[in-house]
Structures are given as C-alpha cells and as structure tokens.
C-alpha cells in the first residue's frame, strides 16, 4: 500500500489565486520530505526540501516566497502555490523516507492547472 | 550540468525479450542509486536500489549492475512484459548531503506484445 499520501491529486484554480498541497508520511516519521515539480515530458526537479520544525531549503532558482513549505509535524508537508499563475501549472509530487539508504517514496502527485 | 544522465529518451522492447536502460552520472560522491518506474499522473514507484558497495543486485525479473569505475548503471528487465511499458528513472544519491534524489531525465520504455 501506498506509504506516502499526497492530496490533492488534481487542481484547477484562478490565475492569482493559492492552492495548498498536503503530503503525509503513512505509518512512519519523516524529518525530511521533498517536493518535486515535473514538466511534460521531462524529468523530475527538486524545488525544495522541508525540514520539521525549521525552514525549507530552496533550491536555485525556486521562488520561497512564491512556493511556502510547512513541515508541522513528523507526517504532514504542505506546498502552498501563492498568488498562482499559469506558468505554475505542473505536476507536483512530493516524497519522503525512513532512514539513509532506505528509497524515497513518492506521493501520486498533484496536478495544478491555473486558468 | 546534469549529474545524472538517460541518454535513451525512449526504448522498444519485444515481448519476452530483454530491456536494458542505461544511466549514467559524473559525482563520485554518489553512493546509492535508485531506478523508479513511473506512469503519467502518478508518482515514482520505486523499483530496485543498489549501495555503491555492490555491483550487481537482482529482484525477480529486475536486475540492476553498477560500474562505479565508469560512473554507469544499468537496470535489465528479463522477461520484458507489456505491463513494464511506462517511464524508468535513475536517481542516485549522496548520502552526506542527506535523502536527496537527483533524477535522470527518464526512459520511456515501451514493450510490445
């Protein structure tokens, strides 16, 4: 069964508008999850790693101010797309593990089309 | 500078015969390495890992080998079915810079029947 949940799988919004994603860790803790953003047809990027209990790590190029990461509890990361537009629609897909050289799960992801 | 490289975009395979993809990195400090299968609008499914301390692991009809001296791993699916038909990921990782996956950009893997 699936061991990382993520919710919700589709979205539709209004350009300017915010959108959550929540990612929750089943069954076991998660000091670290990550959120990853796929484009057609293209591989997967890392856009940030969330920490529980401080702040996430961008990386280069990722707006923190545009994507807010909240990791308040050792289950629960949540992606906030703010002020969406639609250049951010994509495939979001969150992932989590239980120790080092243990795979990272994936959630089923999240697609967000912004009109 | 992708760290990771697919140079196979995409791959046809007869049913009953064997799929091979490649990937290849540049870090050296890569120790663990990970291949994932993928449909569309779906997450990653892990499939098989291998520590850089190995060069070869095998699970049921996946197999994947590591050449750490040339910086490539290979995963071979034998029998290949139509139900493997979907995207294959490599992703290594360097475990001092914790559980971070860095991806290649995919196979698209298609079996025919």
């Known amino acids: 069964g699936a061991v990382v949940s993520q919710h919700p799988s589709w979205v539709i919004c209004k350009s300017g508008t915010s959108v959550k994603i929540e990612c929750r860790s089943l069954d076991f803790q998660a000091t670290t999850m990550f959120w990853y953003r796929q484009f057609p047809k293209q591989s997967l990027m890392l856009m940030a790693t969330s920490n529980e209990g401080s702040k996430a790590t961008y990386e280069q190029g990722v707006e923190k101010d545009k994507f807010l990461i909240n990791h308040a509890s050792l289950t629960l990361s949540t992606l906030t797309v703010t002020s969406a537009h639609p250049e951010d629609s994509s495939f979001y897909i969150c992932s989590a593990g239980q120790i080092h050289n243990s795979p990272l799960h994936f959630g089923n992801g999240t697609r967000l089309t912004v009109t | ?113």
């Not at chain 2, 095998?58 to 979907?86: M, Y």
Request: net charge positive; hydrophobic share 35%.
């Open chain 2, 1 to 113: 500078d992708q760290q990771v490289k697919q140079n196979s975009p995409s791959l046809s395979v007869q049913e009953g015969r064997i799929s091979i993809l490649n990937c290849d990195y540049t870090n050296s400090m890569f120790d663990y390495f990970l291949w994932y299968k993928k449909y569309p609008a779906e997450g990653p499914t892990f499939l098989i890992s291998i520590s850089s301390i190995k060069d070869k692991n095998e699970d049921g009809r996946f197999t994947v080998f590591l050449n750490k001296s040339a910086k490539h791993l290979s995963l071979h699916i034998v029998p290949s079915q139509p139900g493997d038909s979907a995207v294959y990921f490599c992703a290594a990782r360097d475990n001092n810079a914790g559980n971070m996956l860095t991806f290649g950009g995919g196979t698209r893997l298609m079996v025919k029947p």
